[in-house]
């Protein structure tokens, strides 16, 4: 019997729910489901979220990554660099593209893109000519996408500066980190709002997320906010004339509607899910070498804020034979991510690698479940649990 799910949207919805099926009966009484008024204060309140700039709706964050990438004109003969420890789209969409993903290693602390290892990329790797950065193959280096997995805050400082000196663009993978801060040195900065490109997802499970696929784009600037409205929707501007080739990328009404409605809880969700990894801390901090708790490099700065804990993902010995142990105990884990993105059979061509960081990490990762209501005497049971297998 499942004593703990890994997570539980319903116990979200249940609070929620005559409000949100009033918003989903209005919109159905209107009968506009395509982008809207409700898309333009959505995406003005999340630019908010984000620390100022523009957002532009999407209808997943794969597909605001896509319309980055078309809109940057990323395509044949580019490479794009990122890490192999993410979830597969980052890397699945510079493939589609047309463009050639290169991974860079990661932090084996954060798990995030290591600084080191791009500034070793840039180094030894590539050669700059005319202000172009270009791979050994050839290749035109055109973007660099970190992720802030988990919802941690990758080294923006360093990473942009890196970046700034061979005349890339950042594009911020904030897929998994909406509201998350970055102590800058020019101040703190939101997760999809650090660089000049970002984007955020809010897949059903995410610690924003709608009835459905949604996502948004976000940049500081004007020019950008423009092109990529035109671009999602089939390059259309003004109508049935066509500048460039977009496509279908536009955010549903109804899933504005829903988002709207739950994004005044989203600060307190956060900060729920940052007292149950507190607990979990207290709680399994013993179990070291055993269990190695997720690092928190920004939380004396910025305590609740410097993590949102999209999911709390420990690294363990005995993986398979703990996950089984608690499966039994009837407690829900998942593995974020099984298989480092090099190591997928559809870039076998890549012939890339090895990252020795990506590849430990994904045979050691465990990802605990946090959802914000999950309650402490179940927070304490899953603690409990994983200390009686480690000390069996
Ligand atoms: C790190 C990361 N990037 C991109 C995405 C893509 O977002 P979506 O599922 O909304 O397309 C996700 C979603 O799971 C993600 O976790």
Avoid at 27 to 32: H, K, L, M, N
Avoid at 230 to 255: A, I, W
Wanted: aromatic letters at 10%; charged letters at 25%; hydrophobic letters at 45%.
């Amino acid at each position: 019997m499942t004593k703990v799910p890994f997570f539980d949207l319903k116990k979200q919805f249940i609070p929620l729910r005559d409000e949100i099926l009033d918003e989903i009966a209005a919109v159905c009484d209107d009968q506009a489901f395509i982008l809207g008024a409700k898309v333009e204060v959505l995406e003005r309140e999340i630019a908010s979220v984000c620390g100022g700039g523009y957002a532009i709706g999407a209808s997943s964050g794969t597909d605001a990554q896509t319309l980055i990438l078309m809109a940057l004109g990323v395509g044949a003969g580019d490479a794009v660099v990122t890490t192999p420890f993410t979830f597969f789209s980052t890397v699945g969409c510079i493939a589609r593209v047309g463009a050639r993903p290169v991974f860079v290693d990661i932090d084996p602390e954060t798990l995030n893109l290591s600084p080191a290892r791009l500034e070793e990329f840039f180094a030894r790797e590539c050669t700059s000519q005319e202000g172009k950065v270009r791979t050994r193959g050839g290749l035109l280096v055109k973007a660099v996408i970190p992720v802030h997995l988990f919802g941690l805050c990758c080294e923006m400082d360093e990473i942009q500066a890196i970046c700034a000196r061979y005349g890339v663009p950042v594009i911020e993978d904030a897929a998994q980190a909406i509201g998350a801060e970055y102590p800058s040195e020019e101040g703190t900065k939101r997760a999809g709002g650090i660089g000049e490109f970002g984007y955020l997802s809010f897949y059903p499970t995410k610690n924003l997320g709608a009835f459905g696929d949604a996502g948004m784009a976000t940049t500081k600037h004007a020019w950008m906010a423009q092109r990529l409205k035109v671009l999602r929707n089939h390059g259309m501007e003004p109508k049935y004339h066509h500048e460039f080739v977009g496509g279908n990328f536009r955010l549903d009404t109804l899933q504005a509607a829903i988002l709207l409605k739950k994004l005044p809880h989203l600060a307190r969700w956060s900060q729920r899910r940052w007292a149950i990894a507190q607990h979990y801390r207290a709680e399994l901090a013993d179990l070291e070498p055993d269990v190695r708790l997720p690092s928190e490099p920004f939380g004396k700065v910025l305590a609740e804020r410097g993590h949102i804990y999209h999911q709390f993902v420990v690294r363990v010995t005995r993986r398979k034979e703990l996950r089984e142990y608690l499966r039994g105990c009837g407690i829900g884990t998942e593995i974020y991510y099984p298989v480092s993105i090099n190591r997928q059979k559809c870039f076998a061509y890549l012939e890339a690698g090895p990252f020795p960081e990506a590849e430990a990490a994904a045979e050691q990762v465990l990802a605990l479940p946090i959802f914000p209501e999950l309650t402490d005497s179940e927070v304490q049971f899953v603690a409990d649990a994983i200390a009686a297998f480690f000390k069996e």
